[in-house]
């Protein structure tokens, strides 16, 4: 199967700071989508972004398909922010990496 | 509904008991997905049905897991004999067949087994 790696696997940021996630993945894919994982469980979608780049408020994300990695940028990090984010990818079934626990504090 | 709905959200089970978890796609969504995610882990795909055809199982961990969509809407997922490493998240995701790959996840229904 595809093998995801996410870095770094655990971050803490200052309220205001900026950050980025990392994923690699091993294959093509068609299908990259990022998610957060709310502390209830839920998977929130935030880009799905099998190339190119794309920009939703304080969060943008770009995915370079050729060489195989995709990365996450949250600018101004709030609490709101904290939480596991999972990057996902695939040509139908969805290869999940280990995430990247994120702790915003005050 | 808007969005993907499982049901029952938690659900406790002495182990060797049968247990069957419930996924209400978004209405039209021609492809649904089970994964299963264990404490502190990406989910891991389980199964995925086409309509009402399951076309890959190859995710499912044993034979005492089952998954059916006899209409091609309503999926369910039944595990037979619980076991305490049966105790996850089960999450239900689906996506409308076109070109666009997204998927698009339900809460899940997280199952312990004692």
């Known amino acids: 199967g595809i093998q995801v790696e996410q870095s770094p696997p655990d971050l803490i940021l200052q309220e205001g700071a900026n950050s980025t996630l990392r994923c690699n993945f091993s294959d093509s894919v068609n299908n990259l989508q990022w998610f957060h994982q709310n502390p209830w469980g839920q998977l929130i979608n935030l880009f799905y972004?099998?190339?190119g780049t794309k920009q939703n408020g304080r969060l943008s994300a770009t995915t370079v398909a050729t060489e195989r990695y995709s990365l996450l940028y949250i600018s101004s990090s709030q609490t709101t922010d904290s939480g596991v984010y999972f990057c996902a990818v695939g040509l139908y079934k969805l290869s999940f990496g280990a995430g990247t626990t994120v702790t915003v504090r005050a | 509904g808007a969005g993907v709905s499982q049901s029952p959200r938690y659900k406790v089970a002495k182990r060797g008991q049968d247990v069957a978890l419930r996924c209400d796609p978004i209405s039209g969504h021609v492809s649904l997905f089970w994964y299963q995610q264990a404490l502190g882990q990406g989910p891991e795909f389980l199964t995925y049905f086409q309509n009402e055809a399951q076309l890959d199982k190859s995710g499912l961990p044993s034979d005492r897991f089952f998954a059916e969509r006899p209409e091609g809407s309503v999926s369910t997922l039944k595990i037979q004999r619980t076991q305490q490493e049966d105790s996850a998240v089960y999450l239900c995701?689906?996506?409308?067949?076109?070109?666009?790959?997204?998927?698009?996840f339900g809460p899940g229904t997280r199952l312990t087994v004692l």
């Open positions: 972004i099998p190339s």
């Open positions: 995701a689906t996506r409308t067949g076109g070109s666009r790959n997204e998927q698009f």
